[in-house]
């Protein structure tokens, strides 16, 4: 006898399915695919153009949020009024630049009846790009040397040491790899001008780029991890195509990873592997990354799983996947009508 | 007394998948590449262990190919096979 489906009502940010796409649509994926739910999910969108928004078949109804520079009480107001309506169950934030907002609201958001399950405060701040050689040193990891900068005068001095080429990053989003002064100065001012400083200078490691996407249920477990080979890249840097790999190295280092920092919730692991077989850890992304619907695909369903630590359940321990799936993006026009966007842009629900 | 020739036997990386079409995989890197029929023939004899000297005896059967010519071919081959991690190393 087949077991009866939950009712359950998810909410999720990250409907930019763009060419540099947000993870909430693939997030979304996972949790439709699920045999355990029955889900109704809630788009929270900050622009009109995000095409999850009008995805009908995966997302029931939208509703503009505030952006994070509003603040977690301006949030929680209108969350408040979308939990009238809807009455979420889940939250799923999947932007790096919204966490802190949603995990500052989060014990609020808890006593209105919406679970969340995301990195604690401590673990979020640790590793951001800029605490990297801190994070390499505590946990004894491989980590190339990073350097939060807040002017052009001290590319010179970070190249003299580490030698072209170097990485420039954004706090939260954007790299650049940079091949002399000019390149360097070039992209810290499009990371400054979009993002503000500081800005981060890497030391470049040479060797292959993997990742890693990873759940970690807050106590030390690590509750599935899948990992992945960009097989096409945009300019944008981000992946079109990847395939899982078999890499029980990089696997353990994830399980070392969440096991030490007692991780929370989902992530991406950044890495290098050198010519040497040494891997570098290059950032952790506190979040399930876009290409997280590969990890689904391979056996790994990690957004269902993320809602079922969310809820409490006990949650099924992945320990294989299916190695040489690959995923491969596409682009698609989406026929509406105005009159959706008219009611989005009056009405901020659709 | 002479002891017999040691024989050079090669080893495929393990975590390396050939399809019976030619097409390798390398699950630790997710590397690819394609080979063609002669290379899918030589890849499947060093799968089975086939000392080089017998792949190469093998090919000079079944293939119109000079021993100088093989030689130069087959030793390319495989220094691209070890280059590509594809082979793993070799037991005399």
């Known amino acids: 006898m087949k077991r009866k489906k939950t009712d359950i009502t998810v909410a999720a940010t990250g409907l930019n399915n763009v060419d540099n796409p947000g993870p909430g649509i693939p997030v ?28 009908k078949e995966l997302v029931d109804k939208s509703y503009h949020i505030p952006y994070p520079t509003a603040g977690s009480d301006v949030l929680i107001k209108r969350l408040e009024y979308i939990h009238g309506e809807e009455k979420i169950n889940v939250l799923i934030p999947n932007f790096d630049a919204e966490l802190y907002t949603f995990m500052k609201a989060s014990g609020k958001l808890g006593e209105m009846g919406i679970k969340t399950f995301l990195p604690t405060l401590e673990q979020f701040e640790e ?97 599935g991890a899948v990992a992945m080979r960009k097989l096409y890249i945009t300019d944008k840097g981000k992946a079109w195509a990847g395939v899982t790999l078999a890499d029980r190295k990089l696997i353990e280092l994830t399980e070392k990873v969440i096991g030490e920092t007692s991780w929370r919730g989902g992530m991406e692991l950044e890495i290098i592997k050198d010519k040497d077989g040494k891997y570098y850890l290059l950032e952790i992304n506190p979040r399930l990354p876009a290409w997280v619907y590969l990890a689904v695909g391979a056996g790994q369903n990690l957004p269902e799983a993320l809602v079922k630590l969310a809820l409490g359940l ?9 190695v040489g799936k690959i995923f491969i993006r596409y682009s698609y026009d989406m026929i509406t009508d105005i009159n959706e966007f008219e009611k989005l842009s009056l009405y901020a629900e659709l | 007394m002479f002891s017999k020739p040691k024989k050079t036997v090669m080893n495929l990386n393990k975590m390396v998948a050939i399809s019976e079409n030619g097409f390798v995989f390398d699950a ?65």
């Not at chain 1, 006990?314 to 299916?322: F, I, L, P, R, S």
């Open chain 1, 28 to 55: 979304i994926r996972g949790i439709k695919d699920s045999k355990e739910f029955n889900p109704r999910i809630i788009g929270l969108a900050y622009e009109n153009l995000e095409p999850g928004i009008y995805m």
């Open chain 1, 314 to 322: 006990n949650v099924e321990h992945y320990d294989k996947y299916e």
């Open chain 1, 127 to 223: 590793r951001h790009k800029a605490n990297l050689n801190e994070f390499g040193k505590k946990y004894s990891l491989y980590v190339p040397y990073s350097k939060t900068v807040v002017s052009e005068r001290e590319i010179k001095n970070f190249a003299e040491e580490y030698k072209y080429p170097i990485y420039v990053k954004g706090k939260f989003y954007d790299a650049y790899s940079a091949y002399d002064y000019d390149e360097a100065r070039e992209a810290m001012n499009k990371i400054a001008a979009k993002w503000g400083f500081p800005v981060i200078l890497q030391q470049y490691i040479s060797g292959n780029e993997v990742n890693v996407v990873a759940l970690g249920d807050g106590k030390g477990n690590m509750v």
């Open chain 2, 28 to 92: 630790e890197t997710g590397d690819s590449y394609s080979l063609n029929p002669a290379g899918l023939n030589i890849i499947e004899m060093i799968k089975k262990h086939t000392p080089v000297e017998d792949i190469k005896n093998q090919i000079l059967k079944e293939y119109e190919v000079t021993p100088e010519t093989l030689d130069k071919s087959l030793d390319d081959f495989i220094w691209s096979l070890k280059g590509f991690n594809i082979v793993e190393k070799e037991e005399d």
